[in-house]
């Protein structure tokens, strides 16, 4: 599935560093007003004035992240910017420039880097971010992708992980358990095409979590919601690692415990028809899948009602005073939640 | 010449992501007031007020930049964390704080990675600079290490590669080739160390030259002192890649020609030496061997005076209103100069 579609192959060697950084630049333009100088001198320089800065960096490993037998090249570097800039909505804020750091093996030609550069730029186009930076090195091995984004929230409007209160209520945004599942179907057809590469898979009835797995998006829409809303959630985080583990983290940094109810969780028809065909629960993918990059906050009960008819957001549970992190399911079990989310050093995608 | 002092080896695997997170940040405190909120939550959250933030990112690759045979983890660290130190104060800034991006095959211990972090946490306290963020991951074969530095620059005090002027003087700082030197002392150590394990290299006569390339340091001292003695360069970069490709990136940005002086180009005689042995130039070491971590920058002519006595500065030629690069040799000989300079793109360290 690797695409193949431009015949025309540069060899990087050849072309030299300063070609390269020239290739991959040519049409980038500068957006932001904070963004005083990007790429092209020893760092980047930005104007943040009397706004707080935000920095974020999240690697992306091929074979540990990704595998590129199904992971086209453009999207790659598309989702390697969006879960970067998923960060810092997390904090509240907007992101404003990337930094990326790209390390590819010769193998690559430059045809390939402008692709995974394709991605990143887009993304950046979309969420209004400009690309100011990085470093692009040969690697011995595999593709590596350390993309770093900064970004910006008002001073007092920055939300962490640690301010989540007794009886405040827990929301996500969207739905969870789709990226994950997308990637189960991805690794199937992937196994499938090793056995007979004349294989054309058909993934139409897959094309929703596909799509959340290949071409995830980050929501700052979210983040501009809550600002008409005029909410500030107490504690925030983004779903990278399944809700299990984020929940956790909101709780154990702030010094509370939460209750979840396993039928208050977003889930779309399309996770649970095929959580039914790989015969695994749609709650497990939803718990510990993670890669969704949705919103998972808590906001103070007073708040409840700006939110609560609109269709972004789920309030799937409370923060409880004493700690302990549980999930209510439909038939009243109260069941201890566990960090099971993807951990990087410990699986690769097959096993995960 | 790998350490191996300590037996105790922790697998990463059973260890987790968070224990990982632990074990690294728990001694780490941060001293920068700039500095609002660092690891621990899902963006660093930094106020720079009215200065101007800088943003700087250098990839380190195995096999690449260095290798393991010969560069002790600890150096490792030290070094990623420093280069990217550098990439501030060329701008005229104080680096203020670090993410660091990590990626390690699962063969490392625990232990390893605690030594590239004693590497970084040295650096950051020798330079001032609070470590507030990154990323630790599995790879699935080499080491790579994704340091972004943040900064700061009072604005009005930023120094870009493009403000050189026709006349102005242009100076190094330190003395340039010992990085190269170092670094093909310890590639030939390490030839014959693979042959005759039993070897126990002398490298005494060449401790300069290889604590340059194993553990470089970046020129934070010379921004402070341009600021006392009230010199604000026209034009500033470090010299990571060689003396010649980095005149070539002020020219080129600036719109002006330079030439310089081969007996004005500050050598140490150990690199002198060194070069000898290994039937070099150590002009060659100087222009194109790079790593030396030293700026090099232009000033206007009427700033000559401040600098004229400083031990730390060697005026080594001027700024030409006429594009093109020369070198100048003692027998009064004009050369073209050429970036030779590291290409991460074409070359691994063997064959630099």
């Known amino acids: 599935m690797l695409q193949d579609k431009n015949p025309a192959k540069t060899d990087l060697s050849k072309l030299g560093e300063f070609g390269l950084i020239e290739a991959i630049t040519k049409d980038v333009s500068l957006k932001n007003p904070s963004t005083i100088k990007g790429v092209g001198d020893d760092a980047a320089v930005m104007s943040y004035q009397d706004k707080l800065a935000l ?10 992240h990704f595998d590129l ?6 999207h790659l570097g598309y989702k390697a910017a969006v879960v970067n800039f998923s960060d810092i909505y997390a904090m509240n804020g907007m992101a404003t420039q990337l930094l990326n750091g790209l390390a590819v093996s010769n193998r ?16 950046c186009r979309i969420y209004d971010v400009d690309l100011v930076g990085g470093d692009t090195t040969s690697s011995r091995s595999g593709l590596i992708l350390a993309p770093t984004a900064l970004g910006v929230v008002p001073k007092g409007k920055e939300v962490y992980r640690s301010g989540a209160k007794p009886n405040d209520l827990i929301v996500v945004t969207g ?16 196994e499938v095409f090793k056995v007979n590469p004349q294989h054309q898979p058909d993934l139409s009835p897959y094309a929703y979590v596909v799509e959340r797995q290949l071409k995830p998006e980050a929501r700052r829409d979210i983040i501009k919601i809550l600002d008409e809303l005029k909410v500030l959630p107490t504690a925030m985080i983004d779903i990278s690692d399944g809700l299990s583990s984020e929940i956790m983290h909101i709780t154990h940094q702030s010094g509370v415990g939460a209750q979840i109810y396993a ?5 779309d028809p399309q996770t649970v028809l095929t959580a039914e065909e790989f015969n695994i629960s749609e709650l497990t993918a939803a718990l510990n899948g993670g890669e969704d990059y949705e919103l998972l906050f808590t906001i103070s009960q007073k708040d409840y009602e700006k939110i609560q008819y609109r269709k972004e957001f789920a309030v799937i549970g409370h923060i409880t005073e004493e700690p302990g992190d549980f999930l209510i399911t439909q038939d009243n079990q109260k069941i201890a939640l566990k960090a099971q989310g993807w951990n990087a050093l410990k699986n690769k995608p097959s096993q995960k």
């Open 108 to 123: 690559f030609p430059l045809e390939a880097i402008e692709e995974i550069y394709e991605g990143i730029k887009l993304a």
């Open 55 to 64: 920095a974020s960096t999240d690697l992306l490993v091929e074979g540990v």
């Open 175 to 190: 739905d969870l358990g789709a990226a994950y599942m997308g990637l189960l179907v991805l690794q199937r057809e992937n």
């Open 263 to 267: 039928e208050k969780i977003p889930i």
């Open 69 to 74: 037998a199904y992971f086209p090249l453009k």
